[in-house]
């Protein structure tokens, strides 16, 4: 059973920058894709990026590309997404998540951080 914590959310001005970090226990992202999802107030939780189970591989939410960067650090067993150009409109909780390769739904997920950009 993988465990995943969440860290690195906070309030920044629109235009600024924050990194999150996703911590796994029990498991290594090596071993799993891995992904970012987030969810805004009123909203359903959307896709924001994957990245695969070698690292070489990223996918992106067209609201994000160019903007966000999804990477990991297998030595220290750490998901990271990069956010930069941060708009008023990416104010959400953002999840980590990792999956079994064979699986297409995801089957761990964190408990979540807070992002919120001010205008």
């Known amino acids: 059973q993988v465990q995943l914590v969440e860290s690195g959310g906070g309030l920044v001005q629109a235009g600024g920058s924050l990194t999150l970090s996703c911590a796994a226990s029990?498991?290594?992202?090596?071993?799993?894709?891995s992904g970012w999802f987030r969810q805004a107030p009123g909203k359903e939780r959307e896709f924001v990026a994957a990245?695969?189970?070698?690292?070489?591989?990223?996918y992106y939410a067209d609201s994000v590309k160019g903007r966000f960067t999804v990477s990991k650090d297998n030595a220290k067993n750490t998901l990271f997404l990069q956010m930069n150009s941060l708009k008023p409109e990416d104010t959400a909780v953002y999840y980590c998540?990792?999956?079994?390769?064979?699986?297409?739904?995801?089957?761990?997920w964190g408990q979540g951080t807070q992002v919120t950009v001010s205008s």
């Open positions: 029990g498991g290594t992202f090596n071993s799993y894709h």
């Open positions: 998540a990792a999956r079994y390769l064979f699986r297409d739904e995801y089957d761990f």
């Open positions: 990245i695969g189970w070698s690292g070489t591989t990223t």
